[in-house]
T-cell receptor
Framework: DTAVSQTPKYLVTQMGNDKSIKCEQN?????MYWYKQDSKKFLKIMFS???????INETVPNRFSPKSPDKAHLNLHINSLELGDSAVYFC???????????????FGPGTRLTVT | AQSVAQPEDQVNVAEGNPLTVKCTYS??????LFWYVQYPNRGLQFLLK??????LVKGSYGFEAEFNKSQTSFHLKKPSALVSDSALYFC?????????????FGGGTRLMVKP
């Protein structure tokens, strides 16, 4: 009964490859996010996605693109991987709809991406 | 732009003693403030939040935090630390006017509780 799940847990790939990380939430939330945690544990928001409204952190390279097939899923696709993309990527979700807003975000277990 | 500062990279405390993990913030409007905990190789777990109301908020595992508007602080506290509290703690803020409900996190504070 995992609330927010991500696959794969570990991903090792070479520079230049294209890869995807999947995220699913079963909380019924209407907003999902992707965060990047670097080697110094610093967390940075990458995207917020709500009902087809995508808000992008301006520092995120356009090689990164979120794709949402439905409200419960927000996958992260990365083109032309670079060494600096190595990090742990976290998916999260929350409820924004006014009448049931809860504000806090619930995080997945993370995907450790290593680019060689 | 909103920002969060956690001035201590690490806090060491003996088991049974009170603990404080510091957080200060900067936002343009009213803040929504959060504390999260991260155990090794795990995702972040929500501990508590301040949205409005009482300045002292209580959360999971006996933790509490005090919102101080004049000092723009939201320090995390616990009266009696446990060894199992050892983890990485993150303070986060959301500006009321922030589109996308995106959180800005502090750099994290590692809490070490020694027996």
């Amino acid at each position: 009964d995992t609330a927010v799940s991500q696959t794969p847990k570990y991903l090792v790939t070479q520079m230049g490859n294209d890869k995807s990380i999947k995220c699913e939430q079963n909380l019924g939330h209407d907003t999902m996010y992707w965060y990047k945690q670097d080697s110094k544990k610093f967390l940075k928001i990458m995207f917020s996605y709500n009902n087809k409204e995508l808000i992008i952190n301006e520092t995120v390279p356009n090689r990164f693109s979120p794709k949402s097939p439905d409200k419960a899923h927000l996958n992260l696709h990365i083109n032309s991987l670079e060494l600096g993309d190595s990090a742990v990527y976290f998916c999260a979700s929350s409820q924004r709809r006014t009448e049931v807003r809860s504000y806090e975000q619930y995080f997945g277990p993370g995907t450790r991406l290593t680019v060689t | 732009a909103q920002s969060v500062a956690q001035p201590e990279d690490q806090v060491n405390v003996a088991e049974g003693n009170p603990l404080t993990v510091k957080c200060t913030y900067s936002v343009s409007g009213n803040p929504y403030l959060f504390w999260y905990v991260q155990y090794p190789n795990r995702g972040l777990q929500f501990l508590l939040k301040y949205i409005t109301g009482d300045n002292l908020v209580k959360g999971s595992y006996g933790f509490e935090a005090e919102f101080n508007k004049s000092q723009t602080s939201f320090h995390l506290k616990k009266p009696s630390a446990l060894v199992s509290d050892s983890a990485l703690y993150f303070c986060a803020v959301r500006d009321l006017n922030n589109a996308g409900n995106m959180l800005t996190f502090g750099g994290g504070t590692r809490l070490m509780v020694k027996p």
